[in-house]
């Protein structure tokens, strides 16, 4: 038999091989300050295509978390507070629905203008979860990674997820995904704050983002497509993922950013 070839992992890590996204994903245009936690991810990500997927599903985030109780309480007491005590499915969607309220319920001056919006001059980028959180962001990525280690906190295994719209420029998506466990289909699903979607299977369980790039019909059936911005199919056809363990934060850099130039020009040119 011929001798199985060793995957080059390197080959489809970083912030390179998006197609046009290239250019909005190098370090000088980022809209989150270079080192910053954020930034650092986008380093790390990892391509989901068919030469990485067995190895992005079976072996890169290990399941057994190293949480230690007590040293987030905020995060935990959002938990207590949120999930309640059912299934991990159950628990995730209660984490989700609150994740989406967040720019509602944590409204702050820095978001506060004359017209009673953040504008591009205000908005803020990065930050601690829980800085995020009473910061009220309403950025998808950040919104994600919120939601990321609320599920560790609250004992499930989460990681995050880039999308790739590959038919515009500089439209694309961040999600979560998460592990459950359960006695019918245990397996990994994709759960995104922003829209406050998750994907059910025809035979049960939720699907990944593996499983929506296969089949894209599990997304356009949803009941917020067409509703939503980014419940379609169209972004899980590109993406990328990279584990973030909230254990692990201590060697992040948290610091606050403004709006780059770059994704400044972008943002306003979409507001006209």
């Known amino acids: 038999m011929p001798e199985k070839r ?12 998006f197609g046009s996204y290239d250019e909005l994903l190098r370090p000088e245009n980022d809209i989150h300050a270079p080192g910053s936690v954020d930034s650092v991810l986008l380093d790390e990500m990892i391509k989901l295509v068919p030469e990485t997927d067995d190895y ?18 905020y995060l935990e007491k959002v938990v207590r507070d949120v999930a309640g005590r059912g299934d991990d499915a159950s628990m995730a969607k209660a984490l989700m629905r609150w994740c989406n309220r967040i720019p509602f319920n944590f409204p702050t001056p820095e978001k506060s203008t004359e017209n009673g919006f953040w504008s591009t001059d205000t908005i803020l980028f990065g930050g601690t979860e829980e800085e995020l959180i ?96 980014y419940v379609d199919s169209v972004f899980y056809q590109c993406s990328a993922i990279v584990n973030y363990f909230v254990w692990d934060w201590q060697k992040y850099d948290y610091r606050w950013s403004f709006m780059s130039e770059y994704v400044r020009k972008i943002w306003e040119a979409n507001d006209q």
């Open 56 to 73: 992005i599903y079976t072996k890169y985030t290990p399941l057994a978390l190293k949480y230690r109780k007590g040293s987030r309480p």
């Open 6 to 17: 060793r995957l080059e992992i390197s080959k489809y890590k970083g912030r390179t091989g």
């Open 134 to 229: 009473k910061r009220g962001t309403e950025i998808c990525t950040e919104q994600a990674r919120v939601l990321c280690v609320l599920f560790q906190v609250a004992g499930m295994p989460a990681r995050l997820v880039a999308l790739f719209d590959m038919n515009r420029k500089n439209w694309g998506h961040g999600v979560t995904e998460i592990y459950i466990r359960s006695r019918r289909s245990s397996g990994w699903a994709i759960f995104d704050a922003t829209s406050d979607a998750c994907y059910p299977k025809p035979k049960g369980g939720l699907a990944s983002a593996w499983e929506l790039h296969n089949h894209p019909e599990l997304v356009d059936a949803h009941p917020s497509h067409g509703k939503e911005p």
